[in-house]
C-alpha cells in the first residue's frame, strides 16, 4: 500500500515533533520497569501507539504530556505479567559470609542500570536528573504496586499536578493524593541511608575513582579495605548474596574472585545512573575479555556501595568494548 504525500507529511510531522522526548520517556520507563532493556521496548511501542493516534491528537494538553500519557499506560500493562526487579540486598536477609558458596539465581528478573548516555543523566534538568535515576532510587521504586510507582514518579519527579495525574492513570484526583501518601510513606521505609551521603567534591571524587582503578587492576586487597567505607555494601546479581563492610568485602574479592595477580583485571570509566561505573575485564590468554559491570555509590569517607553487575550483554548498551587487547 502506498503511502500518500499528506500520509507522509503526517509521519514526518510526528517524528519531528516527539522525537525530542525520546531519551526522557526511556528514563520514564526505566524508572518503571527497572530493566534498559525493557525500557527501549516499550518505548517503541510508546512511539507506535502515538503514531497510530497522531490525527486524533487535539491539542488539549501539550504533546509531551500527551505521550507521557501513553508511556505511562504502556508501562502499567507491561507491569500486569511482570515481576519486581531486586537487587540482592532487596531480598531480605543478613550479610553473607564472603568465603562461603556463592547461590546463583539466573531466573530472577534482577534491576538492571541504564547508560547515562541513553537518558540524558542532567543534573539541570528534573526529568533526567541524576538524583531521579540513581540505583538506589530505582530499587527502592521497585517496592511499590505499579500504580503507586506510577503516580510517585508523575506527582514528585515529573511534577505534574494532581488531575494531571489522575488523568494519565486513570482515576480521580483524590485517588491520586491518597496513592501518593502511601507510596511516599512505603518508599520511605526502604529508602537506603547512603542516599542522605554527601558526596565528595569532584577533585576528592576523581582521586578516589583512580584508587578504585588501581586497587582493582593490581588486586591490592590492602588498598580495598582502605578504599571501601566501614559499612560499605558490596552485591552482584545474580548471586543472591550481599556483602557489609570494607574486610568482608576485601575478603570476596581475595577469595572468589578468578582474577589470581595484578594484571589479571582491567576497568574502563563509564557512568551509570548519574554515577561512576566501570566495565570489568579479566584476562582471558591474549585478551580480556567482559566480566562485571560495577556501578558505584560515593561518599566522603570512600566508596559506600557497588553493584557488580554480571550480565555482560550490558557491555554493548554503554558503548565498552567486547574485549580488550593484552597488549
Not at 23 to 49: F, I, K
Not at 112 to 133: F, K, L, N, Y
Not at 286 to 307: I, W
Request: glycine fraction near 6%.
Amino acid at each position: 500500500m502506498t503511502m500518500t504525500l499528506s500520509e507522509k507529511r503526517a509521519d514526518e510531522d510526528f517524528l519531528q515533533a516527539a522525537d525530542p522526548f525520546r531519551r526522557e520517556l526511556l528514563a520514564h520507563c526505566y524508572r518503571m520497569l527497572g530493566s534498559v532493556h525493557d525500557a527501549e521496548d516499550l518505548v517503541q511501542e510508546t512511539y507506535l501507539r502515538a503514531w497510530r493516534s497522531y490525527e486524533k491528537f487535539e491539542g488539549r494538553s501539550s504533546l509531551r504530556t500527551w505521550l507521557y500519557r501513553i508511556a505511562t499506560r504502556v508501562c502499567l500493562t507491561a507491569l500486569e505479567s511482570k515481576s519486581k526487579r531486586p537487587l540482592p540486598s532487596g531480598l531480605g536477609g543478613d550479610s553473607a559470609d564472603p568465603e562461603g558458596i556463592l547461590e546463583e539465581r539466573a531466573e530472577v528478573p534482577w534491576l538492571e542500570p541504564v547508560p547515562d548516555q541513553m537518558v540524558g543523566a542532567d543534573p539541570a534538568a528534573v526529568v533526567t536528573s541524576r538524583e531521579s535515576i540513581r540505583l538506589a532510587l530505582i530499587a527502592a521504586l521497585q517496592h511499590l504496586p505499579p500504580r503507586q510507582r506510577a503516580v510517585l514518579i508523575l506527582r514528585d519527579v515529573l511534577q505534574w499536578r494532581a488531575a494531571e495525574v489522575a488523568q494519565a492513570v486513570g482515576t480521580t484526583t483524590t485517588a491520586v493524593n491518597s496513592i501518593l501518601q502511601r507510596a511516599r510513606a512505603q518508599l520511605d521505609e526502604v529508602t537506603p541511608v547512603e542516599d542522605e551521603i554527601v558526596e565528595p567534591t569532584d577533585a576528592e571524587q576523581r582521586e578516589l575513582l583512580e584508587k578504585y582503578v588501581t586497587a582493582f587492576e593490581r588486586k591490592d586487597i590492602s588498598a580495598m579495605v582502605e578504599m571501601f567505607t566501614k559499612d560499605a555494601i558490596w552485591e552482584m546479581p545474580p548471586f543472591t548474596g550481599w556483602y557489609r563492610g570494607a574486610e568482608d568485602i576485601a575478603r570476596l574479592i581475595d577469595t572468589q574472585c578468578p582474577a589470581k595477580e595484578p594484571g589479571d583485571m582491567r576497568l574502563v570509566p563509564t557512568t551509570a545512573n548519574g554515577q561512576p561505573a566501570f566495565g570489568l575485564y579479566l584476562i582471558d590468554g591474549e585478551t580480556y575479555r567482559p566480566f562485571q559491570l560495577h556501578v558505584l555509590t560515593l561518599g566522603q569517607d570512600g566508596v559506600s556501595h557497588v553493584v557488580a553487575f554480571f550480565d555482560t550483554s550490558l557491555f554493548a548498551k554503554f558503548g565498552l568494548p567486547e574485549t580488550l587487547d593484552v597488549r
